[in-house]
């Protein structure tokens, strides 16, 4: 079985594969760009538990998250807001809510780091 960093890697290079065949032809590859716009397109998924989301969407909705205004911030700021619509339609809970959301939605980019959405794409020239 895969873990969700390889699920993640896999996605991922496969949206880097459909940002090099979007390129005009005879166009030269910029691996950053390729990179770049990759990460910054919408994901199948949300690569976290539901126990380790549930966790920090907690800490999140009491104000303690620590993190820095950065792309993980970014990524439970945005589920955090798909579980809050949900739950005002439905008046379930946070737990329900989250379930639905993981299940179900997409997420809209990878919310991965630059030098991490670089080295992968260079995995490419390889093959």
Not at 20 to 34: D, H
Not at 39 to 51: D, E, G, L, R, V
Not at 53 to 67: C, I, K, S
Not at 106 to 117: D, N, R
């Amino acid at each position: 079985m895969l873990s969700l960093i390889e699920t993640r890697n896999r996605h991922f290079i496969e949206a880097c594969r459909r940002e090099i065949s979007n390129l005009p032809a005879g166009r030269e590859i910029n691996i950053t760009q390729v990179a770049m716009k990759a990460a910054m397109s919408p994901a199948p998924h949300y690569y976290c538990t539901y126990i380790y989301a549930l966790r920090m969407l907690r800490v999140l909705r009491h104000g303690r998250m620590g993190l820095r205004r950065d792309r993980r911030y970014a990524m439970w700021s945005e589920l955090n807001g798909k579980c809050s619509r949900y739950m005002e339609r439905t008046g379930c809970r946070l737990p329900e809510a989250l379930g639905y959301v993981l299940a179900g939605e997409t997420a809209s980019q990878f919310f991965i780091a630059p030098s991490t959405a670089l080295r992968l794409a260079q995995k490419l020239r390889g093959r």
